[in-house]
T-cell receptor, first 116, second 113 residues
Framework: DARVTQTPRHKVTEMGQEVTMRCQPILGHNTVFWYRQTMMQGLELLAYFRNRAPLDDSGMPKDRFSAEMPDATLATLKIQPSEPRDSAVYFC??????????????FGSGTQLSVL | QKEVEQNSGPLSVPEGAIASLNCTYSDRVSQSFFWYRQYSGKSPELIMS????GDKEDGRFTAQLNKASQYVSLLIRDSQPSDSATYLCAVNIIKAAGNKLTFGGGTRVLVKP
């Protein structure tokens, strides 16, 4: 059963520490999205890739967040240094994009991040 | 104005009744529309997609799209307690940098036995 795999599931860290979240998209999918979800803001798009190329990371605080896709099987989201306001659930989602339109996205289980 | 807007609810529905959820979007040229269901503490899961004006039915779910009014809705017939969840509307927003799937804030649905 194909699924998006995210690690870690939970992360508790102290302010100022580096946090790295990893995502393995579904084999054959060519788009990867990173979302952050909080009660106040809902699902916010942070960054997304198509065919491993970053298309839009305008939703991401550039000074502390970075997203990369070193190969087709791995996407990473890094926060350095982390702050308490970064506490949220971070979701990775992958899909198959054909032509100009994004198709259905499949979500991973998420990383619950708590920054103390 | 948010790009995708939904009433946050909660929408309280008696078991067996029809739940009606609405979503409006700002991008006139959007072509792809999706409904996701998210149970508390879980990740969103896709339940419906719609690309053309009109109705699309899948089991107890019906999605309705009206591009002229920039409006998409979801009907849940014969609502069950297991339908209690947050329903997220997602719209493919056309941007110069590339299309991005943008979510509304979600509508929380409570189905009461």
């Amino acid at each position: 059963d194909a699924r998006v795999t995210q690690t870690p599931r939970h992360k508790v860290t102290e302010m100022g520490q580096e946090v790295t979240m990893r995502c393995q998209p579904i084999l054959g999918h060519n788009t990867v999205f990173w979302y952050r979800q909080t009660m106040m803001q809902g699902l916010e798009l942070l960054a997304y890739f198509r065919n491993r190329a970053p298309l839009d990371d305008s939703g991401m605080p550039k000074d502390r967040f970075s997203a990369e896709m070193p190969d087709a099987t791995l996407a990473t989201l890094k926060i350095q240094p982390s702050e308490p306001r970064d506490s949220a659930v971070y979701f990775c989602a992958s899909g198959l994009s054909q032509g100009a339109f994004n198709e259905k996205l499949f979500f991973g289980s998420g990383t619950q991040l708590s920054v103390l | 104005q948010k790009e995708v807007e939904q009433n946050s609810g909660p929408l309280s529905v008696p078991e067996g009744a029809i739940a009606s959820l609405n979503c409006t979007y700002s991008d006139r040229v959007s072509q792809s529309f999706f409904w996701y269901r998210q149970y508390s503490g879980k990740s969103p899961e896709l339940i419906m997609s719609i690309y053309s004006n009109g109705d699309k039915e899948d089991g107890r779910f019906t999605a309705q799209l009206n591009k002229a009014s920039q409006y998409v809705s979801l009907l849940i017939r014969d609502s069950q307690p297991s339908d209690s969840a947050t329903y997220l509307c997602a719209v493919n927003i056309i941007k110069a940098a590339g299309n991005k799937l943008t979510f509304g804030g979600g509508t929380r649905v409570l189905v009461k036995p």
